[in-house]
């Protein structure tokens, strides 16, 4: 068991759900991408560049893609919880999948021109 897995397996079932499949849209989005642990979370670098964060807690998934990768997305993201370069998406709320992949494929891209 890798250190991402071992983070995964420590929460429930649900969020353990939540926290593979945001991990999958990673991968496929970057998939030459370095997976590792850092600030205790699941982290991913292209280019020697961190390109997202995830973290699961009691009540919410955290994403973390840097502050550009929230400013794109600023609209969308308005009706979560943020911070500078994070969002919280509620457990009680279905989880915008469809959004965490573009924001995603949007560092992968900004990454990749600098």
């Known amino acids: 068991?890798?250190?991402?897995?071992h983070?995964?397996?420590g929460f429930p079932e649900e969020v353990q759900q939540h926290l593979q499949k945001i991990r999958t849209i990673v991968q496929k989005a970057a998939p030459n991408a370095v997976e590792l642990i850092s600030y205790g979370m699941p982290g991913?670098?292209?280019?020697?560049?961190?390109?997202v964060y995830f973290a699961g807690y009691k009540n919410h998934i955290g994403l973390y893609?840097?502050?550009s990768g929230h400013a794109a997305f600023q609209k969308e993201l308005s009706?979560?919880?943020?911070?500078?370069?994070?969002?919280?998406f509620p457990l009680d709320q279905p989880i915008p999948y469809d959004l965490i992949q573009r924001i995603v494929a949007f560092r992968v891209e900004e990454n990749a021109s600098k």
């Open 7 to 9: 983070y995964i397996s």
């Open 79 to 88: 009706k979560y919880k943020q911070g500078k370069g994070s969002v919280q």
């Open 44 to 51: 991913y670098k292209t280019h020697g560049k961190p390109l």
């Open 65 to 67: 893609a840097t502050p």
């Open 1 to 5: 068991m890798n250190k991402i897995d």
